[in-house]
T-cell receptor, first 116, second 112 residues
Framework: AQTVTQSQPEMSVQEAETVTLSCTYD???????LFWYKQPPSRQMILVIR??????QNATENRFSVNFQKAAKSFSLKISDSQLGDAAMYFC?????????????FGGGTRLMVKP | NAGVTQTPKFQVLKTGQSMTLQCAQD?????MSWYRQDPGMGLRLIHY???????DQGEVPNGYNVSRSTTEDFPLRLLLAAPSQTSVYFC???????????FGDGTRLSIL
């Protein structure tokens, strides 16, 4: 079974600065997908960014980018120019490419606080 | 499109009661899943479905039943509610296996 670990329960960043959230995972599979989800106080689960394991190029979505290190099984999220609206819980998630379903395995989350 | 709709948004039950959490999507998605989120934790998979008539267990299936008689609906049943099932429940769906999931807004369930 796959596991996802987020070692930082809480992180804090000054508005307009950059912050990196860590995620490691354990799997014996070679083909899979990785995701970062944002959960604001409204409780919604919002997809931030996704990465296919077979792609070497790191995914980027505006101010959000990832550092995907497949050999190290590491998948960190970098948020540039942090904004107050970025304050939320962030979850790293794994999905197998070979299982029948599309279910996700989540890490425990990192609470990001943004200071004005 | 309404997306993924979960009802109710909040519910309080007594131990031993039963209830059904509803999940409906209007996007013709084949894949649907139920997760629970306990305080300070990530989501854990309860049950999932890869199409009408097909369901399977996830990581924490005990105490829950599901069915998938239509593509649109994927209800989650608690047969004998227990305090350990106090949680926030999320339903999610996707059109294909490889597309990202759309999540509902969650149901906060408290069992006394």
């Amino acid at each position: 079974a796959q596991t996802v670990t987020q070692s930082q329960p809480e992180m804090s960043v000054q508005e307009a600065e950059t912050v990196t959230l860590s995620c490691t995972y354990d799997t014996s599979e070679s083909d899979y997908y990785l995701f970062w989800y944002k959960q604001p106080p409204s409780r919604q689960m919002i997809l931030v960014i996704r990465q296919e394991a077979y792609k070497q190029q790191n995914a980027t979505e505006n101010r959000f980018s990832v550092n995907f290190q497949k050999a190290a099984k590491s998948f960190s999220l970098k948020i540039s120019d942090s904004q107050l609206g970025d304050a939320a819980m962030y979850f790293c998630a794994y999905r197998s490419a070979i299982n029948a379903g599309n279910m996700l395995t989540f890490g425990g989350g990192t609470r990001l606080m943004v200071k004005p | 499109n309404a997306g993924v709709t979960q009802t109710p948004k909040f519910q309080v039950l007594k131990t031993g009661q039963s209830m059904t959490l509803q999940c409906a999507q209007d996007m013709n998605h084949e894949y649907m899943s139920w997760y629970r989120q306990d305080p300070g934790m990530g989501l854990r998979l309860i049950h999932y479905s890869v199409g009408a008539g097909i369901t399977d267990q996830g990581e924490v299936p005990n105490g829950y039943n599901v069915s998938r008689s239509t593509t649109e609906d994927f209800p989650l049943r608690l047969l004998l509610a227990a305090p350990s099932q106090t949680s926030v429940y999320f339903c999610a769906s996707s059109r294909t296996k490889n597309q990202p999931q759309h999540f509902g807004d969650g149901t906060r369930l408290s069992i006394l």
